[in-house]
């Protein structure tokens, strides 16, 4: 179900409430992936981290799957918003609420995503670099865009976001904490 900001009319929504309409993120998805596959490989050319546990075929399997993963999730919540009518780019005024589909399952099916297609290309290369990289990504990616999205959709969105946040979980069951 998409819901636009008048679905809560007169409701929670502050009246002078003056801030952009935008979540405000500390940098858009893709550029923190990009950063983190940059800082990865000059890290693998000064000092190579390869692990050599699976041979090619086995690493290029397992970053396929990984990688095919986390486009479908991506895709999915990309096609959504695009379906809702809706911004997928977070430093865009959001303009509909998506609560159906895959987001029935996951708040962050893009972010997700996003996390598997590192995993994927850490295996693929084998760089442990990459692989240890993924947690502070992930960890600006939640403080830095997830958690400012949530403040700035729930200013807008107002109770029919909060009951989305108490029964969707954020990152769907890779971690089930709301």
Do not use: C
Not at 129 to 145: E, F, N, Q, S
């Amino acid at each position: 179900m998409a819901e636009g900001p008048d679905a809560t009319p007169g409701g929670d929504h502050e009246a002078d409430d003056t801030r952009p309409d935008k979540a405000g993120v500390i940098a858009p998805p893709p550029v923190i992936a990009a950063v983190t596959l940059a800082l990865a490989a000059g890290l693998e050319q000064v000092w190579p981290s390869g692990t050599g546990l699976l041979g090619f075929g086995g690493r290029l399997a397992v970053a396929a799957v990984l990688a095919l993963a986390g486009g479908a999730l991506a895709v999915a919540g990309e096609r959504r918003f695009y379906q809702a009518g809706t911004d997928a780019l977070p430093w865009r005024p959001a303009t509909a609420l998506v609560t159906d589909g895959i987001y029935h399952h996951m708040r962050n099916p893009m972010y997700v995503g996003l996390g598997l297609l590192l995993l994927g290309l850490a295996v693929g290369f084998d760089s442990v670099w990459l692989l240890v990289l993924i947690a502070p990504a992930g960890l600006v990616l939640h403080y830095g865009v997830v958690l400012r999205e949530e403040r700035y959709l729930a200013r807008k969105f107002g109770a029919p976001y909060r009951r989305f946040l108490a029964e969707v979980p954020r990152y769907g069951w890779l971690v089930r904490r709301r």
